[in-house]
């Protein structure tokens, strides 16, 4: 019974095997090779237009250096007050970028918007060079909360945004699970709707560590090679990378893997909120399930062997009471069904 | 009828005679002088007790440098959201930390409180590597909303910072007109409350570009000198700061320059608070008062001549209504009052 | 006929196998698993001693993040002028370590010598704060010109470093093939001889993307989980790359692929070397080849399909006209006496 | 006797005279004065062209934030190896640049040629995005060894950068003593020759603390202020920098001060290398001597009082016997000449 983190799912049979088929033979390092030119013609097609592809092999790497190459070193990233970039990264972004500073923004179930985001520029006046800048909104999809935007709140994000004159960052670490709870197509979960750059995340949903990141306007991109390598993220080895994101969108594998975990997720959210004295904290909409049990019911469960996270943040609404738990495409029927009746168990006794 | 900023107001002449006087002779350079020295004897009289101090041309050198050295790069600095460091800097702090997180907290008239420090580091729970680690609690005083922290609310916020295992800093670009204020001795509204660091400020109560960082435990000052150095913070020919400090500190010149400020500070927010239709919006406690006008008062007002700054703030109360006057030692009581007929005449024609 | 770079290789089966079987369950993530505390504990063991051990996907991420444990961020890092720091990395140990001055000391065959460094140190006098105080020596054990230190010249090395108050680094990119060619133990080689942090290099010796930084003293190593956090360089599924190490150091795989890429590299050069007109440039020590080609041999190897690189570096003493050829565990016999027969045809043509 | 720095001199009497002056009535802050705009225009007249200049208090401020603009973080600026910027700044343009690599070069009496940049050139091959790419060209004028650069030689070295895709960087923080040696008109020294950045120096001719970063293409100035602002370098009451500057190019105050201690230094070298066992180590083309005393000259000139610095560099050809002698616009004939009558008396004894 192991919700903690969908980091601790290991990776896809089909991810694994894919590394072993990209081994034979010698080709070029860097990034160079063959493959590697292959997966970034199929993320264009796959966005449905020409885009700028870089490869990591972290998250952190993905959404860092996707901000230094969209703000200047003394520009104004927003983000929302529970995002990974502000609560999870050891102030990576502010390294990465070279300086820039990271305005957190509070807003419900994780979620950003228009408004709020209006709200905090009108709280920044334009006051060069002594205010920063206000350069980057980043939003995350689906949120550290495990809720989603749909394509209009993006939509109206976004146009914020640009009316500001500020790009948009997407943290897309569970890209795949909102677009799978969307509907949408990743074109129109993205550029259609005003993104400039997406941190496409592989490893929460499967791969063993691939993330993309996918500019929509090549021009844009400019610096990031520089940057990437200079930080120590350009895998000498890139097949090894760009061989798990082949694997990863072949027969919609990401799709299935995504759509897997949210079903988990989902069932593992109506079972627990169907128990007394069992609040779900935010909407279920993607893997991840906010919960809050009754008096020592959590310490009982991990006493138990079930593992999952204490949740506490910024903004909790729960006054600390809140845990996540995290469902991954290992997740299995019998896992989540076993995890609520040792609720229901509990929580009655 | 200049409002506008205690730096538009030049320097007191005391402080330029001291030019002269210290211009005399050949003398080592970058603060290897005696005057430096006896100088910095002086602070530490001031401040009874042995301090390491080191001198700088601007507040925002100040106030970056000593984070610089309390915080690690990737370390949390809590601050004010409207504090200086946040809102005034073009991203400073993070720049010259090396990329530490500033993570801004509200509170009325521009104070903290300790139950909001509390508040904050409870939302960013202890797990290392993740998250930045909380290292620097940063306090203005006076603060930039014209207010104060008395002793004891300093003992309450260091208290707090302290046993969370961070650092405090206290930005003092109004320190003089936060003393007088309060009537605390130096010793007792900094270390003897628990502030580590203190930004002395010189240049906005009447030097021309003067400013010291004190840190009460030599200990914690190991890399000053180096950071200071590289950031080209190093004055050549620094008798020309510390004769500044020279002359601030001789004859209470720094105490009674910051007594007219305040004192004409208080006689402009009695007379405009006077006024029917005019609301201070913070206590007018050191040399700055903030004003909402009537209608279009504020911009007939300008249109007189009159010189003040529209004050917008993410935590603004006032819908952008409000304005910032601020008096310098340089403000006369003719000033004061012709403006406040000025306002009068304006709001009940 | 493929002597472009080791990282052209792929990885070598085993470590391919070993990522199918840390596959299996689910477990803590960003190290906290059984495998990657085994792994650690297998280097102690290596080592013979204890040491704080991190791990990392790219040699550029293990060099700068040590760098930067070892310097201040105003320090400066001693390092060959052909060395993979100061050539290779697109400014990354400056950016990692937020600052550092790199200084490039010419030596032949890629090596510094004793007399070299403190030369240098004599010629960067003592004069905090002006200038950066040296901090740090960078040795490559085996060189980027394919030739390696003894275990004498390594001690010579970091006692005239100790000597100066500096700490020892050694880029161990390639410190398999450099141990295997001296014979000595892996104790010996670091640690014994004064080195205090080691980049442990295994993507280039076969493995897909894993390096560890082992610091000899863990005292010294701090702030590098939090610095790897905050770069982004934390993997999140860390046993995969553990999995490459613990492959790696099982069997001798590690030994046994540097061996057979140093003999390979040596029939290489001995078959070079014996036809008319071919220049070796440096002792071929490793798995690197250094060789001018007279007239237009390159090109016509080049258009027969034989892939390597010019080499041009500061201190190039060929004029432009070296090559480099790289043997790796891939490197057939086959292959090396194919290409030796080629240029003999070339050349005698 | 006082020889030891420029830095020691305090500033001329027009200087601090000008600080009263300048303290008149109240001003806008940051540079919005009237003072500042005047200034900034007299500059323009002076080299002849529209420019960008902006004005900071120190001169690693001035050289490291005029590379910030120049280079991009991952950038490399090739500079002599025993320039300020190398040797004196404490990694200051590292870190102002964000992470830029300064490669030293040698060269004699201070001086880069066009052939030693284009050698060094061809030493880094363009590999992007491995290599640091080559971004900026540094030049001192006049150098650290009190030598001079032709305009053809600027010119020469101006076209080798560009060609080669860099832009040119001049540290003048001996400008003036440079320009009166060699009779060229500003522009002439500067732009016209191929400079696209100077750091126009005061303070080491008489000022207290000024210095300006001229661009001639005001285009490539973009990011300037928010650098300056962020890195501390703005000063509020910039009255007092311009004030300095205006009262230093009135009447050409800036000639004169400079021509007198360029005669002195003449004076002085003549004085000395007229004794019989001193060696001048360079030529004394502007205000600072280089000189080996024989046996314990130095020693004993030193108890007598003599005031001047042991000169140590990377590429010292006197093998650490090296001094240094700087002439100020505050030296008189009587100091040189009792200098010299000291160290003949010394000598001959």
Not at 240 to 255: G, K, S
Request: aromatic fraction near 8%; proline fraction near 5%.
């Amino acid at each position: 019974m192991t919700f903690a983190s969908d980091n601790w799912a290991g990776a896809a049979p089909e991810i694994i095997e894919a590394l072993a088929h990209a081994n034979e033979g010698a080709v070029p390092a860097y990034g160079g090779d063959a493959l590697t030119k292959r997966v970034e013609a199929r993320l264009c097609d796959l966005f449905e237009r020409d885009c700028a592809v870089y490869f990591v092999a972290t998250g952190g790497a993905a959404n860092g250096l996707a901000l230094s190459v969209l703000a200047p070193p003394y520009g104004m990233v927003l983000c929302h007050e529970e995002s990974h970039v502000q609560m999870d990264e050891c102030a990576g972004p502010e390294f990465l970028t070279g300086g820039a500073k990271l305005v957190p923004i509070a807003g419900a179930g994780g979620k950003l918007t228009a408004e709020a985001v209006q709200k905090t520029l009108a709280g920044y006046p334009h006051r060069p060079p002594h205010g920063s800048p206000p350069a980057v909104l980043s939003l995350t999809q689906g949120t550290e909360c495990g809720t989603i935007y749909s394509v209009d709140e993006i939509k109206a994000l976004c146009d914020a945004a640009h009316g500001a004159g500020l790009a948009v960052h997407m943290d897309g670490a569970r890209f795949a699970n909102a677009l799978v709870a969307t509907g949408a197509s990743p074109a129109a979960l993205t550029w259609m709707a005003g993104v400039d750059a997406l941190s496409f995340g592989g490893t929460k949903n499967g791969c063993m560590a691939a993330e993309a990141v996918v500019f929509f306007d090549p021009a844009k991109a400019r610096d990031f090679e520089f940057r990437r390598k200079r930080a120590g993220h350009l895998l000498s080895k890139m097949r090894f990378i760009t061989a798990q994101f082949d694997a990863y969108l072949t027969d919609d594998l990401w799709l299935r893997l995504a759509a897997h975990a949210n079903v988990m997720a989902r069932r593992l959210s109506e079972g627990l909120a169907a128990i007394d004295g069992v609040e779900i904290a935010y909407p279920t909409e993607i893997n991840e399930v906010f919960v809050c049990f009754p008096g020592d019911a959590a310490e009982r469960l991990r006493a138990n062997g079930a593992q999952f996270y204490p949740w506490v943040t910024p903004g909790d609404p729960a006054a600390g009471r809140m845990n996540r738990l995290i469902a991954s495409f290992r997740t299995t029927e019998a896992e989540v069904d076993e995890f609520i009746a040792q609720v229901r168990a509990i929580v009655s006794s």
